[in-house]
């Protein structure tokens, strides 16, 4: 079954300090993997995209197809990054996006 | 470009009734999906549409379908609501399938009483 997996619903990071936002996805085949983002009052937005292999705001990602895994990184955090974090899948087969519940960074002063 | 619109922004409706929820696309874009959003949840797939043909479809009841137009603007009807389906609905449009991505709207604000 295809599932993306968030297991932080919470992540505290000071500025300054990296951040890393996990996500792991169980899927059978090759799937495209995304990040979202949800700043306060604004709609969700596309962050990256792995097909793409890009940085955006200091952001990356690296697929892990042996682990699962498509964690977001970024070596200093900023105040600007407190946000709601999406991790989502895209299938082979089909072409609907598969959501993660979420995961909400809080970067402290 | 206007980006993705959906309207209404906010609903209030009675269990039972029916609701009609809009959505238009980023021009030139052909897909369309349809995702809810309840709180504390990431959003839940819907329906998709792409050149006015059903693509996919989630495990939603049938009490939820959907419709393409020419222009590529996209209705969602719920019938015989139910608290249940209180939720953010959330409107989404690419240029391919979305494996690229999408572009999503506000949302519209459903509430059932």
């Known amino acids: 079954a295809q599932r993306v997996t968030q297991p932080e619903k919470l992540l505290s990071v000071f500025k300054g300090a990296p951040v890393e936002l996990k996500c792991n996805y169980s899927y059978s085949g090759s799937p495209e993997l995304f990040w979202y983002v949800q700043y306060s009052r604004q709609r969700l937005q596309l962050l990256l995209r792995h097909i793409s292999r890009e940085s955006i705001k200091g952001f990356t990602a690296d697929l892990n197809k042996g682990e699962t895994s498509f964690h977001l990184k970024k070596p200093f955090a900023q105040e600007e990054d407190s946000a709601m974090y999406y991790c989502a899948l895209s299938g082979n087969r089909d072409d609907k996006i598969i959501f993660g519940k979420g995961t909400r960074l809080h970067i402290l002063p | 470009d206007a980006g993705v619109t959906q309207s209404p922004t906010h609903l209030i409706k009675t269990r039972g009734q029916q609701v009609t929820l809009r959505c238009s696309p980023i021009?030139?874009?052909?897909?369309v999906s349809w995702y809810q959003q309840v709180l504390g949840q990431g959003p839940q797939f819907i329906f998709q549409?792409?050149?006015?043909?059903?693509?996919g479809r989630g495990n939603f009841p049938d009490r939820f379908s959907a419709r393409q137009f020419p222009n590529y603007s996209s209705e969602l009807n719920v019938n015989a609501l139910l608290l249940g389906d209180s939720a953010l609905y959330l409107c989404?449009?690419?240029?391919?399938?979305?494996?690229?991505?999408?572009?999503f709207g506000s949302g519209t604000r459903l509430t059932v009483v």
């Open positions: 021009s030139g874009h052909k897909s």
């Open positions: 549409y792409y050149e006015k043909e059903e693509r």
């Open positions: 989404a449009s690419s240029l391919d399938l979305g494996r690229y991505g999408y572009t």
